[in-house]
């Protein structure tokens, strides 16, 4: 079968492989759709720190079951059956550690991953370890949800993760930093599901700020390239700030203008992570003590985040196929990755 597999920094390679076998405690899947996001590009260029080559990249899964293991009915209790159709987590928390035994599977201290520690979706195959079937994290794709559409939950799931922690209410005024399409799921979510108040969507690329304000209808596009956006943020809110700042992008100066811009008793979700080489950002603790700021990391999502993901794209309350831009073939996979990196499109799937 064809897989895109990962030998090393700027070393990927689409190629013929053995067709994976199912053990008794797995399950196979067809994959359908493998969707591709910012940190694919990621690796490929700089690898990642868990990832053990050679190795089956992709994360953003849904498939068709085509194979059982022999016991896994027996073990896990979910009844899956040939035909099924099915959306796999990405984070695999151990389901053991204190983390986990407190309901905190999306901070586990012995996660593993889809596409780093197992082979994941970019290939015709591929098998759901037991790791993931353990912690149920292989979920049914309702029956008005295409492969497509289930592939986006995923990342769906870690932005409701990144929002359930900041308490959004009905009139918040909510600013995203970054319009690609982790802050076009974020503008629906805070929208659809939490009501919010006004939403202003920041970017520095002026085309990809256009192509998402057509998808998500913002109620203002601020460039960045063009205007101070804390100034503009505060012209908007009467000098008063944004109630909720999710910084969707991994640039330091966006974190920094995020504490600038919050209102008192703001919430701020950190949400894209910073290079390594370059993580630290300046912080006037004044303004984070005087207002009173809420702070706050998200680190991808927990198994239960995902069912909820697939289900508020069902009752279309959170839709993300308008999102979809590009559907690629697995044999022109590394298209998508040109695609994700030069911002041309909003979210990119790779159809084997």
Known sequence: MKALRYYAPEDIRLEDIAEPACGADEIKLRVRNCSTCGTDVKIRHNGHQNLTPPRTLGHEIAGEVVEVGAAVNELYGAQWRIGDRAQVIAAVPCGKCYECDRGWMAVCQNQTSVGYQYDGGFAEYMIVPSQVLRVDGLNRVPDNVGYDEASAAEPLACAINAQELLGIEASDTVVIFGAGPIGCMHIRIARGVHRCGPVYLVDVNAQRLALSADAVEPDEVINAAEVDPV???????????????????????????????????????????????????????????????????????????????????ATEQVPVKDLITHHIPLADVLDAFTIVESGTGIKVTVQP
């Open 231 to 313: 100034a503009r943020v505060m012209e908007l809110t009467g000098g008063r700030g944004a109630d909720v700042i999710i910084t969707a992008t991994a640039a330091n100066i966006t974190q920094e203008q995020a504490i600038a811009m919050a209102a008192r008793n703001g919430r701020i979700s950190f949400f894209g992570g910073l290079p390594k080489t370059n993580p630290v950002i300046t912080c006037d603790s004044n303004v984070v003590h005087y207002r009173q700021l809420h702070i706050h990391g998200a680190n991808g999502s927990a198994p239960e985040h995902n069912r909820r993901a697939l289900e508020y794209i």
